[in-house]
């Protein structure tokens, strides 16, 4: 993850942090990596009907994590299990996209319209801690290989002890179709400090006495006998 603190409800602190930093100061970058045992074959686009192959993946967060309901995701082949293409034919290189190449959906960010690509981000309708990377026409997540899939979450908005994700993969809509579970324990969510700057001393040269500032807000008060190290 890119950090480990939580979210932020005061939404002038939010706005400030997105400013200082140029990153939005709700939003985390999950990555998890994978192998699955049995392959996941795409369905065409859009995935509806009961008797359509729609094969995708089920990501659960622990409780308190939320998932856009157009969420943002990139998934590719771990770089250790990229094969060699040095001379590979056309057909060859045709036969690797199928598992290999993957293109991120698109979402124009002025209607919110989610453009299909190679796979699809679904959050449920009111964003929570589920949602499903929808593998699509043509494409499959081979068993054997090893994938890294990134997916942005919003953090908990209260501290947390390291709990479960757990990812699971199905053959198509039907829940009795799932082919593969794992768990793997995350990250604990801890108290954010929403400010932190440090100035740049005038002097810089070796021996030369210097006074370090800092500037620093924190999210909870400092009380006696705590300690800001």
Partial sequence: PVDTAVSLREERLAEYIETATGTPARMNNVEIRFRPLNA??????????AVQRCGYLDLEAP????????????????????????????????GFDTWMSWTSPEIDTSTGEVTWSDFVCRGEQKPSKRARIVIGAGKKILDGTKYVLRIEVRNPESMSTAKDWTLRSYAQSALDSLLDESRILGYAINDMVPVFHYEMPEVVNGFAPVTLRFSLAL???????????
Avoid: N, Q, R
Avoid at 68 to 75: E, I, R
Avoid at 84 to 92: F, I, K, R, V
Avoid at 219 to 229: D, N, T, Y
């Fill in 63 to 94: 409780s308190g994590f939320e998932i856009a309901t157009k969420c943002v995701a990139h998934l590719s082949v771990h770089p250790d299990d990229m094969p060699d293409l040095t001379g590979a034919t056309p057909e060859m290189l045709e």
């Fill in 219 to 229: 999210s909870s008060a400092a009380l006696a006998g705590h300690k800001i190290e």
């Fill in 40 to 49: 996941v074959t795409g369905g065409i686009e859009g995935c509806t009907g």
